[in-house]
């Protein structure tokens, strides 16, 4: 775990720092309450952080957008550890979020890509991402640097408090050895993500579904199709389908389900039985060599088999690639999106 905070993750040696994890071992140890800030696919990784940390630390967590929380009255004691994330690092309502908790007492934990922006600056420790300058507007590797930053916290946060046993820690850990590779697996559904983009580059809508860890994904697979290709789209918790997206399901409408196996796989079964149901055409994120989703789906992806730790991180790869192939397809700039700007310091 120290490794993977100094030699990834942890601040390089030289530039301006943040003070890193370690040093606040004992706050996380003993925090009441993390309060994640964040804005747009910051926000949705802060979403997966809370999913993490609170099954691996057991530390309560609770997810805010920072344009909400500047602007109420929150209460924050001198207990809560405040974790905000920001890709740019000047995003006006996280920064304001975070001057606002200092006020209250709050500790302010940043995790930021670029290196000496104003929210490192503001913060009393935290790590940056490294992840290199995103190109395009919209956030991507930053998104999944931003996972993987928070999957380390949770599992360091873990070994600290002792809630996981020693073997499963060693065996999430060697597991993340493997990530880069499986991503790079993950990859190589590129070719047939074009196929399926080419079927769905005339959609006026699409629904993203996820359940547990899977759910900020479909989230962020929905953020991304809309920001680059302008159609609208919806992430839902497949469980919530029931109590209203359902009635938008027709034989028009693509849901994207994410499917994998994992402890909700059997649930998401049968939320796509009920999009069959009703005539939706399904594209189903699956893990390698599953037959069951593949038969029910209209068009199924595979992403390599791993711990559910690591959901997020390879389910979020074909769902980046599908929005980047129907943008493509509808003629859109997909690194400068209309009326977004990378940092929105207003
Ligand atoms: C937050 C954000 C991005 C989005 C776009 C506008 O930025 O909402 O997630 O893709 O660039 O800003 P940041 O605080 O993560 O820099």
Redesign the pocket.
């Known amino acids: 775990i120290n490794d993977c905070m100094r030699g990834r993750i942890y601040p390089l040696e030289g530039k301006i720092q943040l003070g890193g994890i370690k040093e606040y071992a004992e706050k996380f140890k003993n925090a009441h309450r993390i309060i994640i800030v964040?804005?747009?696919?910051?926000w949705h990784a802060g979403l997966v952080g809370e999913y993490l940390i609170e099954e691996y630390a057991r530390i309560p967590v609770e997810v805010e957008y920072a344009s909400e929380f500047r602007y109420r009255n929150p209460i924050i004691s001198e207990n809560d550890i405040v974790i905000a994330i920001?890709?740019?690092g000047e995003?006006a309502d996280?920064m304001a979020a975070i001057e606002m908790a200092k006020s209250k007492g709050a500790t302010i934990f940043g995790i930021c890509n670029v290196v000496g922006a104003s929210i490192p600056r503001l913060s009393d420790a935290g790590m940056y991402t490294h992840a290199g300058p995103e190109i395009g507007?919209?956030?991507t590797k930053?998104f999944t640097a931003q996972v993987t930053a928070l999957t380390l916290m949770a599992f360091y946060m873990a070994e600290v408090k002792g809630t996981l046993p020693k073997t499963k820690l060693i065996a999430l850990l060697s597991e993340l050895e493997r990530i880069p590779s499986l991503v790079e697996k993950a990859l190589e559904s590129d070719k047939l993500i074009l196929e399926i983009a080419e079927k769905f580059k005339d959609s006026r809508n699409a629904l993203f579904l996820g359940r547990g860890s899977g759910f900020p994904v479909a989230l962020e697979g929905a953020l991304k199709l809309k920001?680059i290709s302008y159609i609208h789209a919806e992430g839902y918790p497949a469980a919530e389908m029931k109590h209203g997206p359902i009635a938008l399901i027709d034989e028009e409408m693509p849901v994207i389900v994410i499917a994998t196996k994992n402890s909700s796989y059997e649930k998401v079964i049968s939320n796509i039985q009920e999009v069959k149901a009703r005539k939706g055409i399904v594209v189903a994120i699956v893990t390698e060599g599953d037959t069951d989703v593949v038969k029910m789906a209209d068009y199924s992806i595979e992403i390599p088999a791993s711990d559910e730790a690591f959901l997020p991180l390879l389910a979020t790869i074909p769902l980046q690639l599908l929005s980047y192939h129907i943008a493509v397809l509808r003629g859109c700039n997909v690194d400068q999106p209309r009326n977004?700007?990378?940092?929105?310091t207003v």
Do not use: D, I, P, R
């Open positions: 964040a804005c747009g696919t910051s920001s890709q740019s995003t996280t507007v919209a956030s930053a920001e977004l700007a990378k940092s929105v």
